[in-house]
C-alpha cells in the first residue's frame, strides 16, 4: 500500500539534473510531494490531482500518470538548497486526509 | 509568527514513564494530525481530528492518546513509554480533508532511555 520511490538516495552536482519516482500498486488519484531537510519539518512542494497534469515551481516540476499510477518529480538545474529527503504521499482512506508516504529519496547537492 | 508550533523540541525520558507534547496552530485550519518519523525517515500518519472529532485512528497502541480541546489544538499524551517509542513526532494541519496542504511543525524528538 505504501508508495515505492525510486531512487532511494542520489548525489549530484550544482547545475545537474534529478528525476525521482514515486509508483504505487493501487489506484492513484492524488500524488502529493513534499521535501524534508536534515532536522526539519517536512514543507510542501505541490499536489497533483489529475492524470496527466503537470505543475512546476521555479526549476521543481512533477507529472503524474494516472494509469500507470505514477508520479516523478524533476528538479532541473539542482542548487544547494535542493538538499533534503523528498516524500511523495498518496491519499487513502476516503476523504480523510490520511496519506500514506513514500520511504523517501535523499537528495545530496554538492558545489 | 509560527504557523504550527509544538513543544516541547526535545524529550528525553526514561522508560515507564508518561509524556505529553503538544500543538497548536494558528492557521485558522480545521484539521489537525500527528505523524511518527522513525529513524529511518519513514513517515507514518498516528491520527487526525477534525473540529475536535477523532476522523483517523491508525493501529498505534493505546498507550497513545490524542486529544483535541479546540481545533487549533491537538495533544498528544504517551503512557509507559517504551524504548520503541523513540522517534520525532511532528503535528501537522490543513484547511479540510482531501487533498489538501498539510503543513508540519518542527517536530518533537522523544528519546526514551
Known amino acids: 500500500q505504501q508508495p515505492v520511490q525510486s531512487p532511494q538516495a542520489v548525489i549530484l552536482r550544482e547545475g545537474e539534473d534529478a528525476v525521482i519516482n514515486c509508483s504505487s500498486s493501487k489506484a492513484l488519484y492524488s500524488v502529493h510531494w513534499y521535501r524534508q531537510k536534515h532536522g526539519e519539518a517536512p514543507v510542501f512542494l505541490m499536489i497533483l490531482l489529475k492524470g496527466g497534469e503537470q505543475k512546476g515551481h521555479d526549476k521543481i516540476s512533477a507529472s503524474f500518470n494516472e494509469k500507470k499510477q505514477q508520479s516523478s518529480l524533476y528538479l532541473t538545474a539542482s542548487q544547494l538548497s535542493y538538499s533534503g529527503t523528498y516524500f511523495c504521499?498518496?491519499?487513502?482512506?476516503?476523504?480523510?486526509?490520511?496519506?500514506?508516504f513514500g520511504q523517501g529519496t535523499t537528495l545530496q547537492v554538492k558545489p | 509568527d509560527t504557523a504550527v508550533s509544538q513543544t516541547p523540541k526535545y524529550l528525553v525520558t526514561q522508560m515507564g514513564n508518561d509524556k505529553s507534547i503538544k500543538c497548536e496552530q494558528n492557521?485558522?485550519?480545521?484539521?489537525m494530525y500527528w505523524y511518527k518519523q522513525d529513524s529511518k525517515k519513514f513517515l507514518k500518519i498516528m491520527f487526525s481530528?477534525?473540529?475536535?472529532?477523532?476522523?483517523i485512528n491508525e493501529t498505534v497502541p493505546n498507550r497513545f492518546s490524542p486529544k483535541s480541546p479546540d481545533k487549533a489544538h491537538l495533544n498528544l499524551h504517551i503512557n509507559s513509554l517504551e524504548l520503541g517509542d523513540s522517534a520525532v513526532y511532528f503535528c501537522?494541519?490543513?484547511?479540510?480533508?482531501?487533498?489538501?496542504?498539510?503543513?508540519f511543525g518542527p517536530g518533537t524528538r522523544l528519546l526514551v532511555l
Open positions: 492557521l485558522g485550519h480545521d484539521t
Open positions: 501537522a494541519s490543513s484547511l479540510g480533508m482531501g487533498a489538501v496542504t498539510q503543513y
Open positions: 481530528y477534525n473540529n475536535k472529532e477523532l476522523i
Open positions: 504521499g498518496t491519499p487513502t482512506g476516503g476523504n480523510t486526509g490520511k496519506l500514506i
